[in-house]
């Protein structure tokens, strides 16, 4: 996985440089950037290019003045800023500039960006009078059309409305963000970047060896005609072994929707292909905290996984930081959704400046059939917050073996929560203590669960009624299962209690809901226990 806080080839000799003049929009002619010649451009045949590549063996982009690259660490990356008065679309069309990103030590790897108007694409041609840096920035030694490493769109021109209601400086606020690999993310809601999502997932956690990361080689911004409330990106990805064509329609609401299109041919066979790949960190909850491993009560992006299958059931499955790294699949055919969520909201709960209770969600929406396949999700053993060590995927059912074409459409929601809600109680806290019964010797080997339950038809339950807890395991014992009211005064709010005897080490399965009078009234609780 990539450092989170460490988170494409040189151009041929003697390209000829236009300005802006080829363009028809009097918007493009006027940028001050630097362009490079003119070619035809469609996403039809952006696809068909990569299917040729994906014949052919993999070639990997060449970096350039690597030694100058290295030195442009961190700190120093951090200094160089794209002059918003060059923006993409500064003065139009559409509402959305786009800025770029340089190159560092941990983007080495040059992305080709392209102005797209009429059929017609032009590079922009990397110049360092593009940014403002410091007088002794490493950077300032590079030459050549050396690439980008990413880029942004900032927000509205006309001020979107910001968290107390006055309009956001466009100059510095951004919406969405691609960097490194096939990386990118966008804000929610409630104004924060969190999780990223990917073009691909090729070998996580793979027994075959080390993961792959594909790369964006060359992007496209397609120019937006007057009145557009969306923005339109079009991407090739490569890598050793898958090549594809994307297209992302991005729209800025209350939060981002992205609607993705991608085409995906294997030049060797794959593992574990992950398709609508989401990457987020989990480190600890109030599910689980070794004494005194850091101050504040939680820390996470994410703190679980939330599944609508094909037949219907909501599933939540909080998320762990296990001992090692463990897979698990979700078989499914056609899935309504998937998503890794920031369900815990409460200020309190983490009691740090960089609000990770106003985190993003990211639900993924399929568009079309899926078929056959699986939900998996990887979690990776972390000992700090600066780690992506949950991967959540879409992975087909049929092997992925060279030369195998893939067609997938889909869209992701970044925002405070599900786009549709489920009609039940949700599950709002996972939390475990020593077994038995209070005010008795606790017995070893036994764990206690209590899961909290929120909403839904829980809200309406008559005066008097119980809900009955219905829990499986896959092995081991359960014992003293009940159901009761959480004691807060909030309408709707029940917790489910039961006892876990196990022997071993091998993790354990558990599944729990509530019900009344036959009636479901939760979703489905999920969890991977392992013994300690």
């Known amino acids: 996985m990539l450092n989170r806080r460490s988170f494409i080839a040189s151009a041929a000799a003697g390209t000829a440089l236009l300005g802006a003049s080829g363009f ?7 940028a001050r950037l630097r362009f490079g010649r003119q070619e035809a451009f469609g996403f039809d045949a952006l696809k068909a290019r990569a299917k040729q590549m994906a014949a052919r063996p993999y070639a990997a982009q060449p970096t350039a003045q690597r030694e100058i690259l290295e030195a442009i660490d961190y700190d120093a990356h951090g200094k160089i800023k794209y002059n918003t008065d060059l923006a993409l679309f500064a003065d139009g069309p559409g509402d959305h500039p786009v800025t770029f990103f340089h190159l560092g030590r941990y983007f080495q790897k040059p992305v080709r960006m392209h102005a797209v108007e009429n059929g017609q694409a032009r590079e922009i041609v990397y110049d360092p009078s593009y940014f ?5 920035s490493p950077a300032r030694k590079l030459s050549g059309n050396l690439g980008f490493a990413g880029f942004r769109f900032q ?5 979107h409305p910001g968290p107390k209601g006055a309009p956001l400086d466009w100059r510095r606020n951004d919406w969405v963000a691609f ?3 096939s990386y990118f993310r966008a804000i929610g809601e409630l104004y924060q970047y969190g999780l990223s999502a990917r073009g691909i997932a090729v070998d996580v956690a793979s027994p075959s060896g080390p993961e792959e990361f594909p790369d964006f080689t060359h992007v496209y911004f397609m120019t937006p005609k007057p009145g557009d409330d969306s923005v339109t990106v079009c991407a090739l990805l490569d890598g050793p072994s898958v090549c594809g064509a994307y297209r992302f329609v991005m729209q800025r609401g209350a939060g981002v929707i992205i609607d993705v ?4 041919t294997l030049r060797k066979d794959v593992y574990r292909l992950g398709m609508a790949p989401l990457t987020s960190m989990y480190w600890y909850s109030e599910t689980k905290k070794n004494t005194a491993v850091d101050w504040r009560p939680e820390v996470h992006d994410s703190d679980g996984l939330s599944l609508w299958t094909g037949n219907g059931e909501r599933i939540w499955r909080p998320l762990n930081n296990p001992s090692r790294t463990i897979a698990s699949a979700f078989a499914d055919t056609d899935p309504r959704g998937f998503g890794l969520l920031q369900r815990d909201r409460v200020t309190g ?3 740090d400046g960089v609000f990770y209770e106003k985190r993003p969600s990211l639900w993924v929406e399929p568009v079309g059939s899926w078929g056959k396949g699986s939900v998996q999700l990887i979690e990776i053993p972390t000992d700090d917050e600066i780690h992506d060590n949950i991967v959540a995927m879409w992975v087909p059912a049929e092997p992925a073996v060279a030369g195998k074409s893939y067609e997938l459409r889909y869209k992701t929601y970044w925002s405070d929560g599900e786009p549709y809600p489920p009609p039940f109680g949700r599950c709002v806290a996972t939390r475990m203590g020593n077994g038995g019964a209070p005010g008795t010797v606790r017995p070893r080997g036994v764990r206690k669960f209590v899961v909290e339950f929120l909403g839904g038809p829980l809200e309406n339950i008559p005066f008097g009624v119980k809900p009955e807890p219905v829990v499986w395991a896959s092995r081991g014992e359960l014992s003293y299962a009940f159901a009761e009211a959480v004691p807060n005064d909030v309408s709707g709010h029940w917790r489910a209690q039961f006892d876990l005897t196990v022997t071993g080490s091998e993790p ?9 009078g036959g009636q479901v009234l939760t979703e489905t609780w999920l969890y991977q226990y392992e013994p300690f």
Do not use: H, I, W
């Open 179 to 181: 960097l490194g690999a």
């Open 508 to 516: 354990v399965e558990l599944r729990c809901f509530l019900r009344a």
């Open 132 to 136: 403002d840096m410091p007088a002794d």
């Open 155 to 159: 927000e509205s021109r006309k001020g």
């Open 261 to 264: 299109e991608t085409s995906l």
């Open 24 to 30: 028809s929009s009097a918007a493009l002619a006027q």
């Open 349 to 351: 709960n983490y009691l």
